[in-house]
Structures are given as structure tokens and as C-alpha cells.
């Protein structure tokens, strides 16, 4: 009996670190954003001090975001930068610093979480 307690106590043990490990792996990138937007193809970009990145257009699906979509993020971007509130991009990129993806890019991997503060 104590022997399958200390295996199931173990268990447990090495669940709960492997998933902690798994939720260490996402790198979030925030700060207040500087909005652009280039008028031509509708591309809305934002820096929030790494680099500008394209996040998506008002014209064309892009990045996996719908256009229709885009307007709202545009949205919320400007009144975040208008109010000085940050925006936090969240990567499946394990490994990764936030100055990695460049500038004037589409970050790869794409962020799968934008999240704008209240």
C-alpha cells in the first residue's frame, strides 16, 4: 500500500511539473503601443517597444485574423496608446526573447493572445 502511494505521489509530482514547465514555455511581450497603419493595404502595426509588428488589415485576412476583425483591434489599440495602457502579446515560442521577431514584421511565430488592459 505504501508503495502505490509513493508512486502516486510521485505521479503527481512530476504532472504537476511537467505542466508548470509547459506554461513557463509562453513568452509575453507588453508595453504601451505606438499605432501605425499603412493606408495603402490597410495593415495595421503596432510597437510596443521590440520592434513595429503587422498585425492585421483592415482589407485582407492577414496573420490568421479576419479583416472584419481588425477594426476592433485597431480599436483597442488606439485607446490603449491614447490612455497609456499596455497591450500584452502572448507567443508560443519557447526559447525566444520578445527583441527576437524583428522589425517591420509579421512576428513568427504569430502571437495567439492579444490582451489590452482596462
Known amino acids: 500500500m505504501k508503495k502505490i502511494l509513493l508512486a502516486a505521489v510521485v505521479f503527481m509530482i512530476i504532472t504537476i511539473t511537467v505542466f508548470q514547465a509547459q506554461a513557463d514555455d509562453k513568452l509575453r511581450c507588453e508595453g504601451v503601443p505606438n499605432v501605425s497603419m499603412n493606408l495603402e493595404w490597410g495593415i495595421i502595426s ?11 488589415s483592415i482589407r485582407y485576412d492577414r496573420n490568421g485574423i479576419k479583416k472584419e476583425v481588425c477594426p476592433t483591434i485597431l480599436k483597442a489599440a488606439l485607446l490603449a496608446e491614447s490612455e497609456g495602457k499596455k497591450v500584452q502579446f502572448t507567443f508560443d515560442a519557447p526559447g525566444m526573447t520578445c527583441a527576437d521577431f524583428g522589425d517591420w514584421v509579421a512576428p513568427n511565430p504569430f502571437p495567439y493572445h492579444m490582451n489590452f488592459s482596462k
Open 46 to 56: 503596432m510597437d510596443i517597444g521590440y520592434g513595429t509588428w503587422d498585425i492585421c
